[in-house]
Nanobody, 118 residues
Framework: HVQLVESGGGSVQAGESLRLSCAASPSIDNKHSMGWFRQAPGKERERVAAVDSDGKTLYADSVKGRFTIAKDNAKNTLYLQMNSLKPEDTAMYYC?????????????WGQGTQVTVS
């Protein structure tokens, strides 16, 4: 049974940083890509960043240079380091696991963690 549990969200001022974590069980395996999505009120869910099993990363244009996705296979944890946060980054952030590259075809979701930037 796959379970993804996010943590690390919160309320910050513009320009500050947050690091999101996603604990994956039973593991971060080499058969899936993983990623972070976000959804703001009234907007569609969008992919923020993804990392493939070979370590290749992908970022939305809106977060390039500010966000960094990383995974620690030994700890079965996915991270999203978010720097220089902007009010438009405010959203619910979801961890995801998918069978295809770039986190396409996501079949597992976490419950989400709220990020609010003012």
């Amino acid at each position: 049974h796959v379970q993804l549990v996010e943590s690390g969200g919160g309320s910050v001022q513009a320009g500050e940083s947050l690091r999101l974590s996603c604990a994956a069980s039973p593991s971060i395996d080499n058969k899936h890509s993983m990623g972070w999505f976000r959804q703001a009120p009234g907007k569609e869910r969008e992919r923020v960043a993804a990392v493939d099993s070979d370590g290749k990363t992908l970022y939305a244009d809106s977060v390039k240079g500010r966000f960094t996705i990383a995974k620690d296979n030994a700890k079965n944890t996915l991270y999203l380091q978010m720097n220089s946060l902007k009010p438009e980054d405010t959203a619910m952030y979801y961890c995801a696991k998918a069978p295809y590259r770039d986190c396409v075809g996501t079949n597992y979701w976490g419950q989400g963690t709220q990020v609010t930037v003012s």
